[in-house]
Structure formats: structure tokens, C-alpha cells
């Protein structure tokens, strides 16, 4: 039975959702918002209550990875996690948690991911702290995970900060946004040296020549987006330029960005403004920029995740068109939504052929635009 590709589960760009959203809202002021986000969010709640297995889990070849976002997306959507779905969710991922403090399947190759996930599921569940044990040791797990001098790499390694499969053997961008969002969900300040290892990957994964990255791969491509990894030689799931630059795309831009404010980078910097400009360059909800319809519901949810944490409800395209983001992913999932309230992309690859999986992403994504 084939494991999750969690990262691209592009998709298993979302948690980060890791963080609590707050009360931003915007959808609700424009008038072509065409439908209501609670209704969708029930709706779409609905289906999963009837998708999820007797053991509490949903899609659970995946481990905990797939039944952990659907928890998450439904907490973050103001459910209980008292609510019997979320309860038998919940219970299910605990099954998972190992005694290193990761939270997976046993003998899998998405440990990052699957701990990741489910740190975002029992960290919204955890207000009346019954979770605080497994999420400290989730924890310390994490930060063991990460490449750095205790591994044999230094600052000058492109490997040094990031995080990744482990079966691969080189870390990536995806799995280091996720690993971003679970560890500032788990109260890792900006300045943790975690997360300002985390950092250097992540800039050099930016086509964007700095004192932060000095490969030769922006200068080849100098549009101030992200691509999947600088590691082992550098690599782009949108593919290479003719000249070998790697081309930039739209979920792991939105990954970079969320990453980079989660460490602390100021919206002033340049790699932040960099990334902006391409997204504005890039604005559309129809697609995965780059990469077409391949892991579209991963690129919503980090869409919306990335966006909030900018802290702007607007956007300005490049023909000068000002987006309510909001509005436009309310619309963009409203107009996707089958009539048993779930979501499915007929691009399956990273299995969003699984309507639990992107069903749950969708939630995550509309989270972000609650009132």
C-alpha cells in the first residue's frame, strides 16, 4: 500500500494550519463573495462525517497524516474536539505517537510530515493542556530532525537548516514549511536557533541573489520566487530553464514566504518583497502557478495560510487589479465544491485524487476566512 507523498500532498503548502487563525475575515465585506464560508465549511464537515472509518481514521493507509489535517481542519473551523468526529480522529492519531516522540507510521519515510500534522490536530484540540506531553516530545523530535552541524553540515552546506524525508537524503522545502509552522505552533520563537537554521534553507531555496544566497541559481532565474530544493544539486518540481536556472512556483513561493515571516523576516527585507512581487506577478486562484493543476489544493491551503500571516486582505496583480484574496478562494472552492460537500482534484498526483485529503485542505484554506 503506497505511503502519502505528504509533502506535495502539494500537499503530505498546509500547516502550517498550525496556527490559530485570527479574526481577519475579509470575504464577508465584498459583495461578490458568492457564497458563505460557514456553509461550506458544514458542508464539506458533513461528507467527512460520513467518509471516516470505525477506528476514528480517515484514508488510513496514509498513517496519521491524512485523519490529523481533517482533525485540524475541523478545530480550526470551531469544532470540539469533544465532537464525536473529531474525538475518534483524534484518538486514532494518538495510536501513532512513538517513543522517540515522533507521531507516524512505524517503518514509514514521511516521519516529518506525519509528526508535523499531527502536531496542527492535537495542538488545536490541547486548550485545556491534555495534550502538552505528546506535543513536548513531538517537539524535541522535530528539532532532531533538522540538518545542521550534528549531522555534518555547517552553514556553508546547502543541505544545513532544512528538513526532509529522510529517504531522499536531502531536505526540501515543503517539509520545512511544515516543519515551520509545527514548530511556531509549539511556541518556537523567531530567534530559536531552529528556526534561524530553518532560515538560511530557506533563503537559498529563493530565486533571489543575496548575502543570504550566494548559489548560482538565481542568477539564472532572478524572478524572486521559491522552488522545492537547493539540496543535492538543486531541483524544481515546475522543471529547469533552458540556462539550468530552476523555475519557480506557486505553492512553494507562498511555503517560502510563510517560513520566512514564521523566522522572523521583516515585511521590509528583501527576500520578503521579492517574494510578494512574484506573487503579484503570479496572482490566480484558477491554478497552481507553474505547476498547473498539479497539487492546486495544496497551493490553496498554502495560499491562504501564507496571506494571513503577511497580514494583508489585499493584493495588487500585475495589471494593477486589487484582490480581495479572500473573496477570491471563497469563490474558487465555491465553484469547485461536488454535491456531497467534498472537494477532489481529477489532477491526482500527490493523491488529491483523495476526496478526504482535499476536503481537509479546503477547510484549513477556509479557516483563514472566517469571521
Known amino acids: 500500500m503506497r505511503q502519502l507523498r505528504l509533502d506535495m500532498i502539494l500537499a503530505v503548502a498546509t500547516a502550517l494550519a498550525a496556527l490559530s487563525p485570527p479574526s481577519l475575515a475579509r470575504a464577508a465585506e465584498t459583495a461578490a463573495a458568492p457564497a458563505n464560508v460557514g456553509a461550506l465549511v458544514d458542508s464539506g464537515i458533513a461528507f467527512l462525517r460520513g467518509a471516516q472509518q470505525a477506528d476514528g481514521s480517515f484514508t488510513p493507509q496514509t498513517g496519521p497524516a491524512v485523519t490529523a489535517l481533517v482533525a485540524a481542519g475541523m478545530l480550526e473551523n470551531g469544532r470540539s474536539p469533544d465532537e464525536p468526529t473529531v474525538a475518534k480522529a483524534l484518538k486514532f492519531v494518538e495510536k501513532f505517537v512513538q517513543p522517540d516522540g515522533g507521531i507516524y507510521q512505524e517503518g514509514s519515510t514521511h516521519r516529518n510530515y506525519e509528526t508535523c500534522l499531527s502536531i496542527m490536530a492535537l495542538a488545536a484540540a490541547n486548550a485545556d493542556g491534555r495534550y502538552d506531553k505528546q506535543l513536548a516530545a513531538a517537539h524535541g523530535f522535530l528539532k532532531d530532525l533538522q540538518w545542521d552541524d550534528g549531522d555534518g553540515h555547517d552553514p556553508s552546506s546547502d543541505c544545513y537548516g532544512g528538513f526532509g524525508y529522510g529517504s531522499h537524503k ?202
Not at 486589487?322 to 460537500?341: F, S
Request: aromatic share 10%; charged share 20%.
Open 170 to 371: 536531502r531536505p526540501d522545502l515543503s517539509n520545512t514549511a511544515f516543519a515551520a509552522e509545527a514548530l511556531t505552533t509549539l511556541g518556537a520563537e523567531a530567534d530559536d536557533e531552529t528556526m534561524q537554521r530553518l532560515l538560511a534553507f530557506v533563503s537559498k531555496c529563493q530565486n533571489l541573489e543575496s548575502e543570504h544566497n550566494q548559489s548560482k541559481f538565481p542568477a539564472l532565474n532572478p524572478d524572486g520566487g521559491f522552488y522545492y530544493t537547493i539540496a543535492a544539486g538543486g531541483s524544481s518540481q515546475a522543471g529547469s530553464l533552458p540556462n539550468g536556472g530552476l523555475r519557480s512556483y506557486g505553492s512553494m513561493t507562498y511555503a517560502g514566504l510563510k517560513s520566512m515571516i514564521f523566522a522572523g523576516v521583516d515585511p521590509g527585507d528583501k527576500r520578503v518583497k521579492a517574494a510578494v512581487e512574484w506573487i503579484a506577478q503570479h496572482y490566480t486562484l484558477d491554478e497552481n502557478p507553474g505547476m498547473g493543476q498539479q497539487g492546486y489544493y495544496y497551493y490553496l491551503q498554502t495560499f491562504a495560510k501564507a496571506l494571513d500571516v503577511l497580514g494583508e486582505s489585499t493584493l495588487t496583480d500585475a495589471s494593477g487589479a486589487k484582490h480581495d484574496w479572500r473573496a477570491d478562494l471563497v469563490a474558487a472552492v465555491a465553484e469547485r465544491q461536488r454535491a456531497d460537500g467534498s472537494w477532489l482534484n481529477e489532477n491526482d498526483r500527490w493523491l488529491e485524487g483523495d476526496p478526504n485529503l482535499v476536503t481537509g485542505y479546503v477547510l484549513l484554506a477556509l479557516s483563514h476566512c472566517r469571521e
